[in-house]
């Protein structure tokens, strides 16, 4: 007895000083931490009393195209910039698969690793700011620059996006998060002013933003070209003053895009804190100081018109981002370029992100009797890093598709190659190139074409072959340069033919889709990406891409083209499709897309068991079991929809509140948990201005798609 209480004390008295010296650890922490904070603003409140008006100045504008000013005598740094979002596109490095590929491994440990190499990468060049990630919503499947950007749903751009930036920002370098807000189109993309009710700002376009702020700290936020209502996006009170700084409690600073700020009054009054790529037509050599937030400035200051303390705070706030990331008093990483290891991120990133589309009869991957294949379509041997605008990236070496299958085909395979069609702006057919093609399929085993969109190369005019391209959207959602005939050629010759496409998007299909057995959306999938595929096919990796967002039949069909207004010539665009955008449109208007959002077919199967719900005082706990029943190793990307029964405001069929990817052995099953809190439930009232959470029943989904729910629940709230 007396044993066992001197045993249970002792326990106490250790499990005590645990609790103490954690205690202890904590507070030390958070000691160490305030006094670092408190010297930090010590040390920026005695850099500023010593600037003059004009170093300040110097400091809220760019001192050429990617740097902003110093101040040299009092040891204060310029800011060195580079695009971003998917290499350090200012050198020779790593080429990273484009965004939408990215955001299609539904895998937000990628993004992570995705934001390191870049990190790494930029560390290594001298860069201090990364401009990416773009995270605008995907709305029309038009938009030239889709491919740059990651989702149509604000739950999944907001997962991807937190990791991206901590990946970026633990190697000491700011990310640069892009373009704020709602800058969903190229063409006009310079005099546009969008019109959108504040419900549809609040639920699709700001949550990733908001998500890149408060949870991953952004260090730095890109103001986008066009207007939102009525006011320039990078020079607008309401989004930067109000909603980022105070509501978000955005701590790090705000840059214009490129020529994004019109006039020096909004500019500093609304919240922008510095100023770049303004054109002021002065070449070969540029006067910095006349941008809007140069002279200027200091004029209206000295005349009383602005108060100091207005550029102290924009000051602040780059010293407070210069300080956080070492660039003053500290020590920077090294930083690596185009390691082994980035490498394999490009090629994992890719491997996870193709998407297997569709796969009849199973033929695929490509089996051991395959000893011929006819590769056919200009995109098979396209290099596209240096396409798309400020995106392109000066690839240390680029896979193409052909290369990739013949690494993996060895000389056991025979590879033909055709191009099938030629690249060039309003191209039709060409008879005599699907003639050649067509007799190659004839004569092999299988075919695949390698087609779909492609980057410009060039983005400040409207090139011939820029579809995927900053600056200018995409005139219809057809197949360009006559390959809806070179497919159905192809596939008469031999109808054992696989489609892979390439594009930052969906392109209309109908023509062919019910012939072909198999298609892989492949995006642009960076240095590795021909690997990548190749991998795919023939089988050593097992898809688990899902589609980050939907892939209609026809243009038509898309909300945007129903319910927006997209005209080329209007410069007033009213979202009138509103909360409606991507699935929450086709599966609330019962509208049958080509390839659902989160579709995306693996070599196994899964079996999805055992829903449990449980509603807490917080949180709402589910459970499922999911399993393996197929005969290959496979990830699944299990998705959680959640829909109000009945509600004040209409709100979607389904939204996506939450998912998790699960790679299981063959025969293995795990037990998933998933915890949904308040956030999961809750809309934007805009008629009383403010998130609601309304008591109910919810139905909760678990699905392989928006399209295939696998598991129904309801829980009352
Ligand atoms: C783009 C930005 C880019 C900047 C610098 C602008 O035209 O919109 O995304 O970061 O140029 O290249």
Sequence with gaps: MINTIIKQTNMLYKSCCRLFLLFAAVAFTLNTNAQKNASTEAKINALIKKMTLEEKVNMIHASSFFTSGGVSRLGIPKLVLSDGPHAVRSDTGTYLPVGTCLAATWNPKLGYEFGSVLGSEANFHGK?????????????????????????????????VVGYINGVQDQGISACVKHFAVNNMETNRFNVNVNLTERALREIYLPGFKAAVTEANVNTLMGSY????????????YLLNQILKKEWGFKGFVMSD?????????????GCDLEMGTDLNQRPHRDYSKFFMGDTVVNLVRSGRIDESVINEKVRRILYVMFKTNMIDGVRKKGESNTKAHQQTALKVAEEGIVLLKNDNKILPLSSSVKTIAVIGFNAERKQAMGGGSSQAKAFYEVTPIE????????????????????????????????????????????????????????????????????????????????????????????????????????????????????????????????????????????????????????????????????KDLMQLYYTDDIYVGYRYFDTYKVEPQFAFGHGLSYTTFEYSNLKIQA????????????????????????????????????????LKAFEKIFLQPGDSKLVKIVLDENAFHYYNDIENKWVMENGVYDIMIGASSRKIKLNGKVKL
């Design 128 to 160: 201090d700011v990364i401009l990416g990630p773009g995270i605008n919503i995907i709305r029309s499947p038009l938009n030239g620059r889709n491919f740059e950007y990651e989702s149509e749903d604000p739950y999944l751009v907001s997962r991807m």
């Design 616 to 655: 807490g005082k917080k949180n709402t706990t589910i459970t499922f079991t999911l399993k393996n029943t197929g005969s290959v190793p496979g990830a699944e990307v299990a998705q959680v929809y959640v829909k109000q029964e009945k509600s004040t405001l209409p709100r979607p069929e389904k939204e």
């Design 258 to 270: 490129w020529g994004a700020v019109h006039n020096t009054i909004e500019a500093i009054w609304n």
């Design 404 to 567: 990739g299958l013949r690494n993996a085909g060895g000389n056991k395979i025979n590879i033909t190659y055709n191009q099938g069609y030629k690249i060039e702006r309003g191209a039709t057919a060409d008879d005599l190139l699907i003639m050649q093609a067509a007799e190659a399929a004839s004569k092999a085993d299988v075919a695949i074409v390698v087609g779909g969109w492609t980057h410009g190369f060039n983005y400040s005019v409207w090139s011939d072959n820029a579809y995927d391209a900053e600056g200018y959207d995409k005139p219809d959602m057809h197949m360009p340069f006559g390959q809806d005939e070179l497919i159905k050629a192809v596939l008469k010759a031999n109808p054992k033919t696989v489609v892979v496409l390439m594009g930052g998007g969906p392109i209309d299909m109908t023509q062919w889709i019910n012939n072909v057995p198999a298609i892989l959306q492949a995006w642009y999938p960076g240095m590795e990406g021909g690997n990548a595929l190749a991998k795919i096919i023939f089988g050593q990796v097992n898809p688990s891409g899902k589609l980050p967002m939907t892939f209609p039949k026809i243009l038509e069909d898309a909300p945007s083209q129903k319910l927006g207004i997209t005209s």
């Design 226 to 237: 066009n207007k939102v209502r009525g006011q320039w996006a990078s020079q607008n009170s």
